[in-house]
């Protein structure tokens, strides 16, 4: 019986301790609000002088905040995690504009009113919440931008997730270039 006993004992401890569910609310709450301070704009602010001569270029990146869920009727909600990365070695790319429109084409969100710089190889991200679901299944982000050399282009991606217990969903996209914007 004192076998018996032990044994379900080790079993049931085991079992316990492989409970990994992760849902630990505050602490991503924390997480997610300083990575939000992370992301100042102000501080990222540029003014453009005459002697820069900078080339301008535009890319369109496709964005869902939500997905279909097994019928038509019910959606899915999703994080979204834009990086904007500078791919150059020694210099830095400017965003002048980063618009988000819902699926309908309607503006959301300007992320900032003033020309930003992002520093050689740095990548600065923008994050939409979960819970925030005015993009739709067909969400966009136009991008301003602008660089000494159009040989050396930002790379503009987003990661879409969503999590609950132990089961996910995740995927990407990529900024495509405006030619004729």
């Given at each position: 019986?004192r076998?018996?006993?032990?044994?379900t004992?080790?079993?049931?401890l085991f079992?316990t301790?492989?409970n990994?569910?992760?849902?630990?609310?505050?602490?991503?709450?924390?997480?997610?609000?300083?990575k939000m301070e992370?992301?100042?704009?102000?501080?990222?602010?540029?003014?453009?002088?005459?002697?820069?001569?900078?080339?301008v270029?535009?890319t369109?990146?496709?964005?869902?905040?939500?997905i279909?869920a097994?019928k038509?009727s019910?959606?899915?909600?999703?994080t979204?995690?834009?990086?904007?990365?500078?791919?150059?070695l020694?210099d830095?790319?400017?965003?002048?504009k980063?618009?988000?429109y819902d699926?309908?084409?309607?503006?959301?969100n300007t992320?900032?009113?003033?020309?930003?710089f992002v520093?050689p190889?740095?990548?600065?991200?923008?994050?939409?919440?979960?819970?925030?679901?005015q993009g739709?299944t067909?969400?966009n982000?136009?991008?301003?931008?602008?660089?000494?050399n159009?040989d050396t282009?930002?790379?503009?991606?987003?990661?879409?997730i969503s999590?609950?217990g132990?089961?996910?969903i995740?995927f990407?996209?990529?900024?495509?270039?405006?030619?004729?914007?």
């Amino acid at each position: 019986m004192r076998k018996f006993i032990f044994i379900t004992f080790i079993v049931s401890l085991f079992l316990t301790s492989c409970n990994g569910s992760g849902d630990d609310t505050s602490s991503d709450s924390k997480n997610l609000k300083e990575k939000m301070e992370h992301n100042d704009w102000s501080k990222r602010r540029y003014a453009f002088k005459p002697e820069d001569d900078l080339r301008v270029a535009h890319t369109y990146l496709a964005v869902y905040s939500e997905i279909y869920a097994r019928k038509e009727s019910r959606t899915y909600p999703l994080t979204i995690t834009v990086s904007i990365r500078n791919t150059s070695l020694k210099d830095s790319v400017f965003v002048k504009k980063s618009e988000y429109y819902d699926t309908h084409g309607v503006l959301i969100n300007t992320y900032f009113d003033e020309p930003i710089f992002v520093a050689p190889m740095e990548t600065v991200e923008i994050i939409v919440e979960e819970d925030h679901e005015q993009g739709g299944t067909g969400g966009n982000f136009i991008f301003h931008w602008a660089t000494k050399n159009l040989d050396t282009k930002p790379l503009f991606e987003a990661v879409m997730i969503s999590a609950s217990g132990q089961q996910g969903i995740s995927f990407t996209t990529q900024g495509v270039d405006l030619e004729n914007y």
